[in-house]
């Protein structure tokens, strides 16, 4: 079965922890609106459906239009291994999973605290008391949750959770690659705290199938104007 995915094309966004996910489980799957433009994300939007998402990304898996990209990746993991079998397992991956989803949306207050519909010039005297209050303590509080999590796993600092790669190794490799990206400076000189962290970034990036997307052309890049992430050298330091 052939998932299609539906997000804006050209941004990784929330989007690319799907993507991920995806890659990572070798899955079938189209990612729409790369290959059909942005109409077919809109139209598959506006198609009346007794559940419909309330945006994007969302999965289409047969019938079923899957929204809310914690929500995706607790059906992903469940299909493809990449989450623990049991009640409690699965519900400690999303408990995770939901931490990542807040620290990125955190980074991206940082550049439009204000929302979207402000530009980043307009909003920038208050992109820059965020962004300051994000790196002096948001990113190492985060980071120090993952680092314990990592220390206190009974199953050994490589995963998350368990003895296995989940889903939430993946975001949060995707939210430290951002994190690089967006706060090089800061980054820099916080993420050598946090050990366990940063090697589990390194094998994941070292995993033959995320080594393969990482370098096709199906990864987005980075963008300084789009995504959760964005470099503004005002915001980093
Ligand atoms: N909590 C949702 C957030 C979804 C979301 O905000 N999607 C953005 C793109 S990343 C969007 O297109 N939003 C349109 C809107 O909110 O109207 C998720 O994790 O999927």
Do not use: C
Not at 29 to 50: F, H, N, P
Not at 100 to 112: P, Q, V
């Amino acid at each position: 079965m052939t998932y299609e995915f539906y997000y804006w094309p050209h941004v990784q966004g929330r989007g690319e922890f799907v993507r991920l996910a995806l890659e990572e489980a070798g899955a079938d799957y189209v990612d729409v609106a790369r290959v059909k433009g942005v109409e077919a994300l809109k139209a598959a939007m506006a198609v009346e459906s007794a559940e419909p998402p309330f945006a994007p990304p969302f999965l289409r898996v047969g019938k079923r239009l899957i929204g809310q990209t914690t929500n995706i990746l607790l059906f992903l993991g469940d299909r493809h291994g990449l989450a623990p079998k049991s009640a409690a397992g699965r519900l400690w991956t999303n408990q995770i999973q939901l931490t990542i989803a807040d620290f990125s949306l955190e980074a991206h207050d940082t550049h439009h605290p204000l929302g979207p519909r402000l530009s980043f010039a307009e909003q920038q005297a208050a992109a820059m008391t965020r962004a300051d209050w994000f790196r002096s303590e948001r990113i190492e509080r985060f980071l120090a949750w993952f680092e314990t999590l990592l220390a206190r796993n009974p199953r050994g600092p490589g995963h998350l959770v368990g003895g296995r790669l989940t889903y939430a190794d993946l975001a949060l490799f995707q939210t430290v690659e951002g994190l690089r990206y967006a706060f090089p400076r800061a980054m820099a000189r916080i993420e050598p705290a946090f050990p366990l962290v940063v090697a589990l970034n390194a094998r994941i990036a070292a995993r033959p199938r995320i080594r393969a997307y990482l370098g096709s052309s199906r990864r987005i890049g980075f963008h300084e104007r789009a995504g959760l992430f964005r470099y503004h050298p005002e915001l980093d330091g």
